[in-house]
């Protein structure tokens, strides 16, 4: 590939806006990934690349939320550490076992992320008694979906969301900023691993992170000023469009295979 000028300025517009909506809903990959696809690297660097920005933009809300006192990383220490250990073990799967499965179910776990916030009745302001211990939802949350995102990746945020509003009884504001941590843990751990193969294209996720951090500390502002009001919405939108593309392209795969 060739890195133009013209080429990094609009992957920094794309990471940007990237970030701004993975702050608060997750699923800015849609709109990264194929970027750095169309501009002409492997799929691997691409994946690669895409978790160098997302580190940035996901450590910038992270930030944000942390020095607004929303969330605790002594009180999440262990889930912090499940979710290190489960995208490092993803990360390394990954490259073992065929992840076509994965990409057959995933659609339909949006889709059902996507009617539980559409059907489900809105989250109150005050946080109630977790259906799991705090080392049981460190395991199974932080540990399975760490595993999932280092292995596969594409909803990680809306599912991390889920299963804070649902299983930790956490309103939408706070899952949102506990999904961002989460989310920043298993992209390091994940990112590792890229780097010790040689994979990112250092010149332009360094331009695209720069990007993405300034959208993700906008987006995470309109979390703490807009709340549910934004966030609600834009979950279910995110999960639905990652649906319909990952659907499309798998139809597309069947279609070339069936013309080949």
Not at 4 to 33: K, N, P, R, W
Not at 229 to 247: D, E, F, G, H, N
Request: glycine share 10%; hydrophobic share 55%; proline share 3%.
């Amino acid at each position: 590939m060739e890195v133009t000028i013209e080429l990094l300025l609009a992957l920094f517009v794309v990471a940007s806006a990237a970030g701004f909506i993975d702050a608060m809903a997750g699923g800015g990959g849609l709109l990264t990934l194929p970027a750095l696809l169309a501009s002409g690297m492997s799929p691997t660097q691409a994946l690669a690349t895409n978790k160098l920005q997302s580190s940035f933009g996901s450590f910038s809300a992270t930030w944000y939320f942390v020095t607004k006192g929303i969330v605790s990383l002594k009180e999440m220490r262990l889930a912090i550490i499940c979710t290190f250990v489960g995208s490092a073990v993803g990360a390394e799967a990954v490259q073992h076992v065929d992840a076509g499965l994965l990409t057959s179910l995933i659609p339909l776990l949006l889709i059902a992320i996507s009617l539980y916030f559409l059907l489900a009745p809105a989250t109150k302001s005050e946080q109630k008694e977790s259906s799991l211990s705090e080392a049981a939802f460190a395991f199974f949350v932080g540990g399975g979906v760490g595993f999932y995102d280092g292995f596969f990746g594409p909803g990680t945020g809306s599912i991390f969301t889920v299963c804070f509003v649902a299983i930790g009884h956490f309103s939408l504001i706070d899952a949102t900023a506990r999904t961002k941590v989460l989310n920043f843990t298993s992209n390091i751990s994940a990112l590792l691993f890229f780097i010790f193969a040689g994979l990112p294209v250092w010149e332009v996720g360094l331009v695209m992170a720069v990007g993405g951090f300034i959208g993700a500390r906008m987006g995470a502002k309109v979390v703490v000023t807009k709340g549910q009001r934004w966030i609600r919405p834009l979950v279910i939108t995110m999960s639905m469009a990652m649906a319909i593309k990952l659907l499309w392209d798998q139809n597309q795969a069947l279609i070339m295979s069936w013309l080949s």
